[in-house]
């Protein structure tokens, strides 16, 4: 089973890298993000919950997303395999999907951290914001705390998985199918 860990930050490209990766391999795609949308459009009571952090450009609690995360892989026990497209996004929940994972005896096979600069982040955001409706990808400050909260207290997780040598970071500078072929060799070597 091919489990990736896609990782980077907002607007580094990981929903765009994850549609490629999903085609090319089989997997599923589980995106915290599109989860957390779910519930709030569908005004769950998570939703409403997480909603109050990610309006202010927080992390949602560990112990909601976890559970989220693992009833999403329950419901697709068939899979060949899948991708976590915003989780992990501390030590504690690396440790958790670790521990989760090996109970349905597999594994996370590498994590692909997209590398982009922060004024290019920035700009991709603000432009997403004019198709995505998302108040929050359309305010600069928001999306420049989103990017602290990033760098604070998500980006230690490369450590985790680094200490397992299943990190590698990928230039995520180019034209799409440039960066998916980065992400393809990265996965295939």
Same mark, same amino acid.
């Not at 207290?153 to 590698?168: E, H, I, M, P, S």
């Given at each position: 089973?091919?489990?990736?860990?896609?990782?980077?930050?907002?607007?580094?490209?990981?929903?765009?890298?994850?549609?490629?990766?999903?085609?090319?391999?089989?997997?599923?795609?589980?995106?915290?993000?599109?989860?957390?949308?779910?519930?709030?459009?569908?005004?769950?009571?998570?939703?409403?919950?997480?909603?109050?952090?990610?309006?202010?450009?927080?992390?949602?609690?560990?112990?909601?997303?976890?559970?989220?995360?693992?009833?999403?892989?329950? $419901?697709?026990? &068939?899979?060949? *395999?899948? /991708?976590?497209?915003?989780?992990? #996004?501390?030590?504690?929940?690396? %440790?958790?999907?670790?521990?989760?994972?090996?109970?349905?005896?597999?594994?996370?096979?590498?994590?692909?951290?997209?590398?982009?600069?922060?004024?290019?982040?920035?700009?991709?955001?603000?432009?997403?914001?004019?198709?995505?409706?998302?108040?929050?990808?359309?305010?600069?400050?928001?999306?420049?705390?989103?990017?602290?909260?990033?760098?604070?207290?998500?980006?230690?997780?490369?450590?985790?998985?680094?200490?397992?040598?299943?990190? $590698?970071?990928? &230039?995520?500078? *180019?034209? /799409?199918?440039?960066?998916?072929? #980065?992400?393809?060799?990265?996965? %295939?070597?």
């Amino acid at each position: 089973m091919l489990n990736i860990v896609l990782f980077g930050p907002p607007g580094a490209g990981k929903g765009t890298q994850a549609t490629k990766l999903v085609a090319k391999y089989n997997l599923v795609h589980l995106s915290t993000g599109d989860i957390f949308r779910a519930n709030i459009k569908g005004e769950t009571e998570l939703g409403v919950l997480a909603k109050q952090y990610i309006d202010k450009g927080d992390l949602v609690p560990d112990e909601v997303t976890i559970k989220m995360l693992e009833s999403e892989v329950e $419901k697709n026990g &068939d899979a060949e *395999g899948f /991708i976590f497209d915003g989780f992990p #996004r501390t030590t504690f929940q690396a %440790e958790s999907l670790e521990t989760f994972l090996s109970n349905k005896r597999t594994e996370i096979t590498v994590m692909l951290a997209l590398d982009v600069a922060e004024d290019e982040l920035v700009k991709r955001i603000l432009n997403r914001a004019k198709d995505s409706g998302r108040a929050d990808d359309a305010d600069e400050s928001i999306i420049r705390n989103r990017i602290e909260v990033y760098n604070t207290q998500t980006a230690v997780v490369a450590n985790f998985y680094a200490a397992k040598d299943k990190f $590698k970071k990928i &230039d995520g500078i *180019g034209s /799409i199918d440039e960066i998916s072929e #980065r992400l393809y060799n990265a996965i %295939e070597k």
